[in-house]
C-alpha cells in the first residue's frame, strides 16, 4: 500500500532509525518502523487483520475513520487507511502520560 505522511518529521522517522530514536527513543522507533513496513507490504488495509499483534482497531467519536495499531506499552501509531493509501496521522501515548 501506498503511504503518505502528515509531516516529514513522520517520514523522516520512517526512513532515519536513529531520527526515530531522537524522537521517541530506541523501542518506539523500532516498532514504528516495524509497523510501516508491514503497512507497505500489505495489498488491501484488510489484511491487517490477520497480524494479531499489531492490535489493529477502528477509532471511534471525532476519530471515525482512523485506525489505531499498537506499537509498545501505551504508545500506538495512529493512520487513516483509504482504498490503496495510508495517511499517517501521528504516534501518539495512548493515556497521554
Known amino acids: ?13 520512517y526512513n532515519s ?8 527513543g530506541p523501542d518506539v522507533a523500532r516498532s514504528y518502523r516495524i ?6 507490504s500489505l495489498t488491501r488495509w484488510e489484511d491487517i487483520a ?3 499483534s499489531a ?6 467519536g471525532d476519530r471515525a475513520g482512523q485506525w489505531s495499531i499498537y506499537l509498545v ?3 500506538r501509531l495512529i ?3 483509504k ?3 495510508v495517511f499517517i496521522l501521528e504516534v501518539s501515548n495512548h493515556y497521554g502520560d
Open 1 to 13: 500500500m501506498r503511504i503518505i505522511f502528515r509531516n516529514r518529521g513522520l517520514e523522516e522517522c
Open 55 to 60: 492490535r489493529a482497531h477502528r477509532l471511534h
Open 17 to 24: 532509525q536513529s531520527a526515530a530514536i531522537r524522537e521517541w
Open 73 to 75: 506499552g501505551r504508545w
Open 83 to 85: 482504498p490503496d493509501i
Open 79 to 81: 493512520l487513516e487507511p
Open 35 to 40: 509497523r510501516l513496513s508491514l503497512i507497505d
Open 50 to 52: 490477520s497480524f494479531r
